[in-house]
């Protein structure tokens, strides 16, 4: 957020953003692909089982063995991306070209950007690896690396980069590509302290004959045979993202710029919630799958559902009718400007319509990849993504930018529900008992906190208090305290102990 706060505040939301998050989100998109997408959830499962059936010797060889595929895929991956720069740039924003100088600087962005993917390719190995010893803390903290990164050098680095005569937003490009390498040099010593650092120099035969054999392996080709289904899936959902860029790259400038802006208030609790369960799950429920414990499996899903509704209902009430001291408070300094508020402020909404789907699917999804199901999510994936484009067409004409946010935000509860439907359907999971209890508790709680939110919300002139930086902050922080309070006294009070979350019963 204070990465976001700083962005927004040197920056603003204009074409030249546009044109870095354009940059920005082509690596990323391939990131989610690849990375913490299809490879995670293919390699994961198969990594645990290895460990539960084989034992760890041969488990470090198998870690071994997709660290050197991946190596080499990833060096062929970047080289091409940096050459294909323009048409990546193009598929993914063609809007640009309405103005030359912004679609050349989103191209060179592009190229100095696009070799961040084998970095975070790489660590998301790592991750893997160290969530599956259920080692969490470090592949959990290295993200801040890369936002420490982007704040130092668009802090120190902008000014610089205008006094050499270039755009100050390469600054942020210099901070993605020092964080990238922070990044992976974290989990390289994290990897090396367990003990389980990929050694691909002592496979047999040397790196040539090695990487034959690592391609050739049964793990291996288990990993890429899960992995297809699974990019299918994930390339689902980033073909709506960059379906909506596209769109958003015709409208007003500073269109892209604003749907990220209200994006990153909107993965705060996902990330803070949905991505961190997510993470501590999946490896577990592999495990319960392994062993064939059916029981302790289904209970880690209602255990994560559970911590989904409880803390997820009352974010999104808080993105739906507090959305405008948010955005104010967060990012209207500098040259962030009112109109910049109101357009972010509309996007977030609509994507507060479904932020409990979007903190959902990270939970429910993996009880299906747990179980080396990567079909089922594919097929709802494609049926929500048909869908959401259908949206777009309803929504966009009315509300611009802010109807492909609520197009998305609508696409993510249909899948959760979905995802849900299927889950309960063939017996993985078995919803316990004390659910319309906790529904009930969770209304009158959540009503309680909307009320206290509408009237903060008329209370104060958030915009027009800019001049007042501490006192805003300062009201902002109490509001949500406040509501905080009520949320968890009415839910105490009702009956609710948030102690019965603390582990899943079986």
């Known amino acids: 957020m204070l990465r976001e706060l700083l962005m927004a505040s040197i920056f603003g939301a204009s074409a030249l953003t546009d044109a870095f998050n354009v940059a920005f989100r082509i690596p990323n998109l391939f990131r989610r692909l690849f990375a913490e997408g299809a490879f995670s959830q293919a390699f994961v ?12 010797e041969e488990t470090e060889k198998l870690i071994s063995q997709v660290a050197l595929v991946l190596i080499a895929v990833l060096l062929a991956t970047s ?60 592949p959990a903290a290295t993200p801040v690396l ?74 291996t080709q288990k990993i890429l045979s899960l992995m297809g289904p699974s990019l299918l899936g994930v390339s689902v959902a980033q073909l709506s993202l960059l379906i909506n860029t596209q769109i958003a790259s015709h409208m007003t400038a500073g269109s892209v710029s604003w749907l990220s802006y209200a994006d990153r208030l909107m993965e705060f609790p996902t990330a803070l919630l949905g991505v961190a369960l997510g993470v501590v799950m999946t490896p577990q429920l592999s495990q319960a799958k392994a062993n064939q414990d059916l029981a302790q499996y289904s209970a880690l899903l209602d ?3 559970r911590w989904v509704f409880v803390l997820s209902l009352p974010c999104s009430l808080a993105l739906l009718l507090f959305s405008s001291p948010l955005v104010s408070v967060l990012f209207h300094y500098g040259a962030f400007n009112p109109h910049d ?6 996007a977030l909404m609509g994507y507060g319509v479904g932020l409990m ?22 097929r709802i994936a494609i049926g929500v993504l048909l869908l959401t484009q259908l949206m777009n067409l309803l929504w966009v004409p009315y509300f611009a ?23 309960k359907r063939s017996g993985k999971y078995m919803p316990q008992p004390g659910w319309p209890r906790l529904f009930s508790q969770g209304a009158v709680a959540a009503l309680c906190m909307g009320l206290f939110l509408s009237w903060a919300n008329g209370q104060w002139n958030w915009i027009e208090m800019a001049s007042h930086v501490w006192y805003r902050l300062a009201c902002l922080g109490l509001v949500l305290v406040v509501s905080a309070g ?17 582990t899943p019963q079986t």
């Open 45 to 56: 499962p198969v990594l645990a089982a290895s460990l539960t059936e084989k034992g760890q």
């Open 79 to 138: 080289l091409l991306g940096v050459l294909a720069a323009p048409v990546l740039v193009w598929v993914m924003a063609s809007g640009l070209q309405q103005n030359e100088e912004t679609m050349n600087l989103a191209v060179q962005m592009t190229r100095f950007m696009f070799p961040y993917i084998a970095f975070m390719s790489l660590v998301a190995l790592a991750a893997g690896v160290l969530n599956t010893w259920k080692k969490f803390a470090v």
């Open 146 to 219: 890369l936002n420490l990164s982007m704040i130092f050098f668009a802090y120190l680095g902008a000014p610089w980069f205008v006094r050499l005569g270039l755009p100050g937003i390469y600054a942020l490009v210099l901070g993605v590509m020092v964080g990238g390498v922070l990044q992976l040099t974290a989990q390289i010593w994290a990897l090396n302290r367990l003990g389980v650092l990929p050694r691909v120099w002592r496979l047999p035969g040397g790196l040539w004959s090695g990487l034959r054999g690592a391609w050739g392996a049964e793990n």
């Open 303 to 305: 255990w994560g559902l």
């Open 341 to 346: 508020v109101e357009q972010t402020r509309l």
């Open 357 to 378: 789907g979007l903190v959902a699917i990270k939970v429910l999804a993996p009880g299906f990849y747990a179980s080396q199901d990567t079909r089922t999510p594919v």
């Open 401 to 423: 930018h802010a109807g492909l946010a609520l197009s998305i935000g609508m696409g993510a509860m249909l899948n959760a529900a979905l995802l849900w439907y299927f889950l």
């Open 486 to 502: 009520i949320y968890f006294g009415v839910l105490t009070v009702l009956g609710f102990r948030i102690k019965n979350l603390l």
